[in-house]
């Protein structure tokens, strides 16, 4: 089954300490997206990656890392979390990078730092 | 700028017909979609229009006018299943291929 995989789906945390939340699809897309969600603010985009090691910032990239070591898989790394970073994130993907608006999401990360 | 506009909320009727606007203001365009997200769930893919005119899928379709930077999103024969958000993206070719999305109709369907 084609799908876009998130983990973990919810996390509490505390402000400073360290976290990953992964993203893997199994469809061979090349670009990869996270975004954040917020009440009243939508879906706001992140980093992406046009392909392995190329990724680019987003809208709202502070407090956020990337990497693109392989095809499947874009972490999203949040060095040192602060409550504002509690939002649901998602990680999405599309086939290729002119076809970006047609996008596979994944399930959700519900984060919640205090 | 880039804006895109939609209705915040919007009320229909189990059975009958919903039809959800979106205006844009971009500096390129290169594709408009709908997406549907459910409450507490991912956004799911429904339509893109890249020239004018409908789009039928289903009990879904899609309109675009480039000229009038509109579209609008027609539902017939609602279901209760189809209460959820619909986002309005457009992917702004001026720059660099970005998607720009609404901030989302929250569609309520009544029995």
């Known amino acids: 089954e084609a799908q876009v995989t998130q983990n973990p789906r919810y996390l509490i945390t505390v402000t400073g300490k360290k976290l990953t939340v992964t993203c893997s699809q199994n469809?061979?897309?090349?670009?990869m997206s996270w975004y954040r969600q917020d009440p009243g603010l939508g879906l706001r985009q992140i980093y992406y990656s046009m392909n392995v090691e190329v990724t680019d910032k987003g809208d709202v990239p502070e407090g956020y890392k990337v990497s693109r070591k392989e095809k499947r898989n874009f972490p999203l790394i949040l060095e040192s979390p602060s409550p504002n970073q509690t939002s649901l994130y998602f990680c999405a993907s599309a086939r290729d990078s002119r076809n970006t608006g047609e996008l596979f999401f994944g399930e959700g990360s519900r984060l919640t730092v205090l | 700028g880039q804006n895109i506009d939609q209705p915040t909320e919007m009320t229909a009727t189990e059975g009958a017909i919903v039809q959800i606007n979106c205006t844009y203001q971009t500096s390129g365009f290169n594709g408009l979609f709908w997406y549907q997200q459910h409450a507490g769930e991912a956004p799911t893919f429904l339509s893109y229009n890249v020239l004018d005119g409908l789009e039928e899928k289903g009990r879904f379709s899609s309109f675009l006018s480039r000229s009038k930077g509109y579209s609008y999103l027609l539902l017939k024969e609602l279901q209760m299943k189809d209460s959820a958000s619909y986002l309005c993206?457009?992917?702004?070719?001026?720059?660099?291929?970005?998607?720009?999305w609404g901030l989302g109709t929250s569609l309520a369907v009544n029995p």
């Open positions: 469809m061979n897309h090349e670009y």
């Open positions: 993206a457009v992917n702004d070719a001026g720059n660099n291929r970005k998607l720009i």
